[in-house]
């Protein structure tokens, strides 16, 4: 199958890790998140051994909660000892919750509310991914009100071009992150803050992009974040002790996608990184990732309930299903495509081309469109691969369709890890 966790046993049923689809349906309704926890486990382990193999002392992994937020989550990344990206209070919050060490998080965003900067400074985060000025001096302010030197990064924009979709291409001149270096901009803003006396700068912080399967863009930006270190540090003789190279590996979500090895990924990005530092004569900084997607992407799939099938003559056949855009917004954003199949007849043929719609009042709603899956009936299960990322944490509640639950399984046991949302929950927050 399309990833190692996945399998079809005796009955037909879809498996993943050591536990059937079908009886989770069965067992939690639907629609329903599955997590593979030992997968996420095996995945953070590949690359801190990757790292520990190929980097410098001090190297790190920063899994990317954006990815897949829940306490569960965190309370695995404090077992296998990796570092967290936060990118807002919540995140945060969620993080300190599952007793995750504040000192090991690293907040980022390009709008930190003033009051989200507070409150971080409050719990002893411990890094800063400063993306402007203004965050700069509202972190200064803070920290010295608090009598504290707060460490921080800078967010630099390389100026390299992914090719990957242009809404998750980060790395551009033209883009909403980071500082630019070739506008000399970037060089402004170091000297300003080395002049910051509540401020530490111990690193410089640049990300490409998400969905990315070459280490070209990783190589080039290498290359740009050296020389700019270089150059600083002949005119000001300040070196960063870490480089922050950000997250961005792809993940397979169809057979068309290539397999990616993280690990020769890694040890190539560390390789080039070393050569680089030698030749313009500056010592190999520690090298930070931030890894989300290809933490917890081929973790996850969602299972749904076919609740119709209708077939259009001369145009597509519409397989209907119980949830969509509210828990799988990526078709609607970006055209992502998605491996599917029926989770209860997942050993017969999938020659049944469809597009499968999702609930919501809006044509675009739909998870994939040329899908070929077995042939449907209503009340089939329908299973969408490679979810473990962006679709929980980019949920909604539009059309007042509540959440899906989540279920973690491991070594064929499983457990709830988010429960289904109410109509109750819906309510919560209105004042009646
Ligand atoms: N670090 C920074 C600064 C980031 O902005 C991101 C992702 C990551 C790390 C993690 O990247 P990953 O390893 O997951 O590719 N919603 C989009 C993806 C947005 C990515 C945002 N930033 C999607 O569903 O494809």
């Known amino acids: 199958?399309?990833?190692?966790?996945?399998?079809?046993?005796?009955?037909?049923?879809?498996?993943?890790?050591?536990?059937?689809?079908?009886?989770?349906?069965?067992?939690?309704?639907?629609?329903?998140?599955?997590?593979?926890e030992d997968r996420i486990r095996e995945n953070c382990r590949?690359?801190?051994?990757?790292?520990?193999?190929?980097?410098?002392?001090?190297?790190?992994?920063?899994?990317?909660?954006?990815?897949?937020?829940?306490?569960?989550?965190?309370?695995?990344?404090?077992?296998?000892?990796?570092?967290?990206?936060?990118?807002?209070?919540?995140?945060?919050?969620?993080?300190?919750?599952?007793?995750?060490?504040?000192?090991?998080?690293?907040?980022?965003?390009?709008?930190?509310?003033?009051?989200?900067?507070?409150?971080?400074?409050?719990?002893?985060?411990?890094?800063?991914?400063?993306?402007?000025?203004?965050?700069?001096e509202k972190i200064d302010q803070y920290a010295g009100r608090k009598k504290t030197k707060q460490k921080i990064f800078l967010r630099l924009t390389p100026d390299i071009d992914t090719h990957t979709h242009r809404k998750i291409s980060t790395g551009v001149l033209d883009c909403k992150f980071g500082t630019p270096i070739v506008t000399g901009q970037a060089e402004e803003l170091v000297r300003t803050t080395l002049q910051k006396k509540n401020i530490l700068l111990d690193g410089l912080h640049c990300h490409v992009g998400s969905q990315i399967f070459s280490e070209e863009p990783y190589l080039q930006c290498a290359e740009v974040m050296v020389d700019f270190i270089a150059d600083i540090y002949r005119k000001i003789g300040w070196l960063p002790a870490y480089l922050d190279m950000g997250g961005g590996f792809g993940v397979r979500y169809t057979e068309n996608d290539p397999e990616v090895n993280y690990e020769k990924m890694i040890e190539n990005i560390g390789a080039t990184l070393s050569a680089l530092c030698s030749d313009r004569g500056i010592p190999i900084p520690a090298l930070l990732l931030e890894p989300g997607r290809s933490i917890v992407g081929d973790a996850g799939i969602t299972v749904y309930r076919v609740t119709g099938v209708k077939?259009?003559?001369?145009?597509?056949?519409?397989?209907?299903?119980?949830?969509?855009?509210?828990?799988n917004p990526r078709y609607t954003l970006?055209?992502?495509?998605?491996?599917?199949?029926?989770?209860?007849?997942?050993?017969?043929?999938?020659?049944?081309?469809c597009a499968v719609a999702g609930r919501c009042c809006e044509s675009g709603d739909l998870l994939g469109e040329d899908v070929a899956i077995q042939h449907p009936v209503k009340g089939d299960l329908l299973a969408v691969l490679t979810t473990g990322a962006y679709n929980y944490s980019m949920a909604s509640n539009y059309n007042r369709i509540p959440r899906p639950a989540m279920v973690a399984v491991c070594g064929g046991e499983d457990h709830l890890a988010v429960r289904r949302e109410s109509y109750e929950d819906l309510l919560a927050m209105d004042t009646l």
């Open 311 to 327: 077939e259009i003559p001369h145009c597509n056949n519409y397989v209907a299903i119980d949830g969509g855009m509210t828990d």
């Open 1 to 36: 199958m399309l990833h190692s966790n996945l399998s079809v046993n005796n009955a037909g049923h879809l498996v993943i890790g050591s536990s059937d689809v079908v009886e989770l349906a069965i067992k939690y309704g639907t629609p329903l998140y599955i997590v593979d």
């Open 334 to 353: 970006y055209g992502a495509k998605y491996t599917m199949l029926l989770a209860n007849k997942a050993k017969k043929i999938a020659d049944y081309k």
């Open 46 to 136: 590949k690359y801190k051994d990757a790292i520990a193999k190929f980097l410098a002392p001090g190297s790190a992994v920063l899994y990317a909660g954006k990815a897949l937020c829940y306490t569960g989550v965190y309370k695995i990344m404090v077992q296998e000892g990796l570092c967290a990206d936060i990118v807002s209070a919540g995140e945060l919050y969620t993080a300190l919750r599952a007793g995750f060490p504040a000192e090991k998080m690293y907040f980022h965003g390009n709008s930190k509310p003033d009051d989200e900067i507070e409150y971080a400074i409050d719990v002893g985060v411990g890094h800063f991914v400063v993306d402007s000025l203004e965050e700069l």
